[in-house]
Each structure stands twice: as C-alpha cells, then as structure tokens.
C-alpha cells in the first residue's frame, strides 16, 4: 500500500490545484479531463472512462460500467460534482475497485466551496 500512498499524496494534490482553478459548479466531465490532463503532466499513466466488463460464469458481459480515471492501473478516482456524496457514491467506488481488482479509490467531489475527498480501502 506504500505506493499508493505516495500516489494518493500526488492525485489530492492535483485535485485541490483543478479546484482551486476552476471553482465549484462545472460539469463532471470538465473536472475530470482538466485532472486527467494535470495527471499527466505529473507524468502518471491515465486511463479515462475505462470500461469495465462483468465476469459471469465463462463470460465477460459489457454492462456499461466506466471508471472516471485509473491511475497507474493502481487508483479508481471517480469524480464528481454534485451537492451532497451520499452512499450510493461510496458503494460505486467499493464496487469498481472490487471489479478491478485494486485497492485504492478516490471518490472527489468537485462542488462543494471546500475540496472534499473521501479514501476508503
């Protein structure tokens, strides 16, 4: 986990510097391309809106899931920009590090005034 905990380090650091750049109020999708680009100018390996098959029995089912970003093929950051997280939140994050098989999942929330991050393992 000591690698993850170095990145973690990094990926909050990038998330509080989009913040601080564009404020609260502004798509999903525009906080995650602007920490995509950020993570790569950090030089890690980003993967954005990566797909996330289901394995049932023998077979792999596409049933839409996409990861916001994969860090390194280490960290899930899914990002959002909504009033309040709320469980749901947190039981998608639990529920794509599990279907990758990782350990680390950021769940970022770009609305509120103050940065907020929750890190579960």
């Known amino acids: 986990m000591i690698v993850e905990n170095v990145i973690s380090n990094d990926l909050i650091g990038a998330a509080i ?6 404020g609260p109020g502004l798509l ?8 995509c680009y950020e993570l790569g100018l950090m030089g890690y390996s980003v993967e954005k809106e990566k797909s ?6 023998d077979i792999e089912l596409d ?3 996409r990861l916001d970003l994969v860090i390194d093929e280490l960290v899930v950051i899914e990002v959002k920009s909504v009033q309040k997280l709320s469980d749901i939140h947190l039981a998608q994050v639990l529920t794509y590090l599990k279907l990758a098989d990782m350990k680390l999942g950021l769940l ?9 991050m929750e890190l579960r393992e």
Do not use: D, W
């Open 17 to 22: 510097k989009v913040h601080k750049s564009l």
């Open 28 to 35: 999903e999708s525009a906080y995650q391309s602007c920490l």
């Open 52 to 57: 996330m098959p289901i394995t049932y029995g």
């Open 63 to 65: 049933c839409g899931y």
């Open 108 to 116: 970022i929330n770009f609305t509120l005034y103050c940065l907020r």
